[in-house]
């Protein structure tokens, strides 16, 4: 079971100009929100990466204020990994639980979460968080994922893994952004 003290949410690459051609983006751009506002009432550290800002502009504007104060990280590598300033910022939490949300599910998700692993981490892809250009490449990425030793789940499913109990004096901040 995951609990808020051992974990941290990485939202990959949910970018302006890639975003458009994303299958079900507006579904993902909502758990994603729902999601990075849970791990903000939960006290969860966020980590933000951005490929390629200059050419594929900043995060959606939509995730801008769940997201205020939460610096990106430009990466050109595929996998967040790859990025030397995303590892120290990922060290820095002191978490070996990531929970994982972006695009694309196929490319950049993937390589991020093999990337995890490799380095001892646990990853868990929120599958109602991701998305990549054609549900088919959603589903390859998500094979993939699981194949080679991530987890994937829901928001909705891991929000209340981390609450734990309706005991919880978060539990109806929770309720009102998982409603």
Do not use: W
Request: glycine share 10%; aromatic share 4%; net charge positive.
């Amino acid at each position: 079971m995951l609990h808020p003290h051992e974990v941290v949410v990485l939202v990959i690459d949910i970018q302006e100009k890639l975003a458009p051609h994303i299958a079900g983006i507006g579904d993902v751009i909502a758990r994603a929100g729902t999601l990075i506002a849970c791990a903000r009432v939960l006290q969860v550290p966020l980590l933000l990466t951005e490929q390629y800002p200059e050419g594929l502009g900043p995060t959606v504007k939509a995730l801008a204020g769940p997201l205020n104060g939460i610096p990106a990280i430009a990466k050109r590598t595929f996998g967040s990994c790859g990025e030397p300033a995303f590892l120290k910022a990922l060290e820095a939490t002191g978490r070996k639980n990531v929970l994982v949300a972006g695009i694309e599910t196929h490319v950049c998700v993937f390589q991020t979460v093999a990337g995890l692993l490799e380095r001892g981490y646990r990853a868990q892809v929120l599958a109602d968080a991701v998305s990549s250009r054609t549900a088919a490449d959603k589903a390859i990425g998500l094979e993939r994922i699981r194949a080679a030793g991530g987890a994937v789940s829901s928001v909705e499913s891991t929000v209340f893994e981390l609450l734990g109990t309706s005991d919880r004096p978060e539990f109806k901040q929770i309720l009102r952004h998982i409603k």
